[in-house]
């Protein structure tokens, strides 16, 4: 299989005018194509943040990073997000929906991102909503949905323009267990049918659907387990 993540060195730092904080310090690793990875550790311990530079939301400051063999280390913010357009796929603990939008018109957002036909848009979203069980609330707001609700449009808006690879930030951390669990199976079968999921969680339960975890501390790996 062939590497769709791999980063050598990463190295962040966030610098104010009195403090330097260095958020990652000389992190290795590296994500195959297909293969569902938790990132583990304590609060502060820089998982986040090595998420957001995966997803190319955030620069390095030193280091290098391959994405599906390219090196985007010193790309311009215009390459960026050319690169992630279509290939890489958010969920995030708030779920980031839209209030103003319908559920419906929060997952076409996406695809008008992509800029996607409008006759094939209505099509697929209908398609996606079916397939994470919210076809019949298409026409609500965020507002009117349950946590579980809103994680399920969260993760349709994620993958209808079928990305290679979701990028989850602990995507259970507003659920009850309950929900909880019924995201990890939707996540589970995803990645089952092909795609590279890479989860940060601090959840043991979560992390347990994952192939295999990387456990950070202070900013940097500390060990890599295969289940």
Do not use: W
């Not at 992190?27 to 995966?54: Q, R, Y």
Request: hydrophobic share 40%.
């Amino acid at each position: 299989m062939n590497s769709i993540i791999k980063t050598e060195k990463l190295v962040k730092i966030f610098q104010t005018e009195e403090v330097e904080t260095i958020a990652l310090n000389g992190v290795d690793i590296e994500v195959k194509e297909g293969e569902f990875v938790a990132i583990m550790g304590p609060s502060g311990c820089g998982k986040s943040t090595l998420l957001n530079i995966l997803g190319l939301l955030d620069n390095l400051t030193e280091g290098q990073y391959v994405l599906a063999g390219e090196d985007v280390s010193k790309m311009k913010e215009s390459e960026r997000t050319r690169l992630r357009k279509g290939r890489i796929g958010f969920v995030f603990q708030s779920f980031n929906l839209i209030d103003e939008l319908t559920v419906e018109e929060n997952v076409d957002l996406q695809l008008k991102y992509l800029d996607v036909p409008k006759a094939e848009r209505k099509e697929r979203v209908l398609d996606i909503l079916r397939r994470v069980n919210m076809s019949h609330r298409a026409k609500h707001y965020p507002q009117q949905l349950s946590g579980g609700q809103q994680q399920r449009v969260a993760i349709a808006r994620a993958i209808v323009g079928h990305p290679k690879m979701i990028l989850a930030d602990e995507p259970t951390g507003n659920l009850d267990s309950k929900n909880g669990k019924e995201i990890m199976e939707l996540l589970k079968e995803l990645n089952q049918e092909g795609t590279t999921v890479v989860m940060v969680t601090h959840s043991n339960r979560d992390a347990a659907y994952a192939l295999r975890t990387i456990n950070m501390l202070d900013g940097a790996v500390v060990n890599e387990l295969a289940i």
